[in-house]
């Protein structure tokens, strides 16, 4: 995949009968996407764009989208398939809200531990994400959910959280207390 897109949602069912279908859109703000005017679909190795004729956002996170110059049973071919949009899109973000991809390479500091190491990636699972942190070539893994999550500086390119008690211990045993 390439970093630098982003993943948007995806092409769920038809709708009607002229070419008009139904996407989920992956975001909690879906508001935000009501006037877009393209999107690019993963055809292969390649984001080929798709000019939007019409977007009409539902409840549910959906939107009714008509691209152009795709009509009738063109539309079927399109279906499963996921949505895009370049990184610069992406609406910014403050405070202690911020995409996976841009906190990668921050600090992580811990309100016990201190500086557990460095936000390595993200893992979805089904339920909520997982930050990645890399402490010396181990690896700890932070459930990411917003209560544990206490400030992101920006500027200095650190996190700060509160892991649940023992959970860092799990990765790192005593090391961290003898630093």
Same mark, same amino acid.
């Given at each position: 995949m390439n970093n630098?897109?982003?993943y948007l949602g995806l092409i769920t069912k038809p709708f009607g009968y002229k070419g008009h279908l139904i996407a989920y859109l992956d975001t909690d703000e879906p508001e935000k996407y009501k006037d877009l005017r393209a999107v690019f679909i993963l055809e292969g190795n390649e984001y080929i764009p798709y000019m939007i004729d019409e977007i009409q956002l539902r409840g549910?996170?959906?939107?009714?989208?008509?691209f152009a110059d795709v009509d009738g049973d063109d539309a079927k071919s399109l279906l499963k398939s996921e949505l895009y949009l370049p990184l610069s899109e992406l609406p910014p973000l403050t405070g202690n809200k911020f995409y996976?991809?841009?906190v990668v390479g921050f600090s992580v =500091?811990?309100?016990e &531990?201190?500086? =557990?190491?460095?936000? &390595?990636d993200f893992i979805d699972v089904s339920s909520h994400s997982i930050m990645v942190?890399?402490?010396?070539g181990t690896e700890i893994l932070i459930p990411a959910v917003d209560e544990i999550f206490?400030?992101?500086d920006r500027e200095h390119k650190t996190i700060a959280i509160h892991a649940p008690e023992g959970l860092i211990d799990i990765y790192l045993?005593?090391?961290n207390e003898e630093e």
């Open positions: 630098e897109y982003f549910d996170r959906t939107a009714i989208v008509k996976y991809h841009e =500091i811990d309100a &531990k201190g500086n =557990i190491g460095t936000c &390595k942190v890399d402490n010396n206490d400030d992101v045993g005593d090391r």
